[in-house]
């Protein structure tokens, strides 16, 4: 006599579980974190419109910043008076606590810091400060940025806090101060 074959079961209680179940978390972890920006997302369609993961630049950082396909965004100025960013961004951070963004720090950098701004719909910013002191030069440095604990609220809004479903401004900043700077923004992603 046969044994039963228990596969049919099986499969349908494994999927139940992965995605309901005590295994759920353990399931979306193996995914992954959800990628926000890609700082090394420059494209061009044959039509020769090109895409770039941010909408300007400004100060001394205006002529400083450089693409670099499927790698990143290099920032190489020879002060920290300036940023980058895009006023509309159309970001949704909704149901997430944190973000990290992914530098690297590279061996002719000289600033002690830089800064990172979210600004919602209404006109509320958050910002988080990214100390560089300490930091090696070379290797991915990943900036743990809690989205109702930033370093500074810069401005109020009209409804307080920040609104993370409707994130329409985000800004990557010097630190106004004169010491050259040499960073690569990798990304920004959902912190797991």
Do not use: C
């Not at 179940?21 to 039509?47: H, S, T």
């Not at 919602?120 to 988080?128: F, L, R």
């Amino acid at each position: 006599m046969k044994a039963p074959r228990l596969g049919f079961l099986f499969l349908p209680v494994l999927a139940t579980l992965l995605a309901f179940g005590p295994l759920a978390p353990l399931a979306r972890a193996a995914k992954g974190p959800v990628e926000i920006l890609n700082f090394g997302n420059y494209r061009r369609d044959p039509d020769g419109t090109t895409y770039k993961p941010y909408e300007y630049a400004y100060g001394d950082w205006n002529k400083a910043v450089s693409n670099f396909r499927n790698q990143g965004t290099l920032i190489k100025s020879r002060t920290g008076k300036g940023g980058m960013g895009d006023n509309n961004a159309g970001l949704s951070l909704g149901g997430m606590t944190a973000v990290d963004l992914v530098v690297v720090v590279g061996n002719e950098n000289h600033a002690k810091s830089l800064n990172f701004l979210l600004q919602d719909k209404d006109g509320t910013g958050h910002v988080w400060d990214l100390p560089l002191t300490d930091k090696p030069h070379g290797p991915d440095i990943r900036f743990r940025l809690v989205l109702d604990k930033p370093d500074r609220v810069e401005n109020a809004g009209k409804t307080p806090g920040l609104n993370t479903k409707k994130i329409a401004v985000w800004q990557l900043r010097g630190d106004n101060s004169d010491p050259n700077v040499e960073v690569m923004a990798i990304k920004l992603e959902q912190a797991l």
